[in-house]
Nanobody, 115 residues
Framework: QVQLVESGGGLVQPGGSLRLSCVAS????????VAWYRQRQGNQREWIAT???????NYADSVKGRFAVSIDNAKNEGYLQMNNLQLEDTAVYYC?????????WGQGTQVTVSS
């Protein structure tokens, strides 16, 4: 059974940085697409970034220029580097990976930006 596990969330001050990781277990196949979403309290889950294993990527306007999504092909792990974090970035962050045409979600990791 394929499972995704995110890690790297936590408490950070405005202007700080965090790197989230997304690791797949229970499969020998590659993550072809890694996407990151977040859900702020009281809001719907929103898409923020996508990275294809082949290299293409895209970002929501709210994070463009501050966040970077990547895939380590050797480790089969996805990452979300978050820089210049702001109060409004506080949310639960979710990883979604596409493996052999099927989508899998992680359980989410909390990111709190507070002074």
């Amino acid at each position: 059974q394929v499972q995704l596990v995110e890690s790297g969330g936590g408490l950070v001050q405005p202007g700080g940085s965090l790197r989230l990781s997304c690791v797949a277990s229970g499969t020998m196949f590659d993550m072809n697409i890694v996407a990151w979403y977040r859900q702020r309290q009281g809001n719907q889950r929103e898409w923020i970034a996508t990275r294809l294993r082949a290299g293409a990527y895209n970002y929501a306007d709210s994070v463009k220029g501050r966040f970077a999504v990547s895939i380590d092909n050797a480790k089969n792990e996805g990452y979300l580097q978050m820089n210049n974090l702001q109060l409004e970035d506080t949310a639960v962050y979710y990883c979604k990976a596409t493996i052999r045409g099927r989508e899998y979600w992680g359980q989410g990791t909390q990111v709190t930006v507070s002074s």
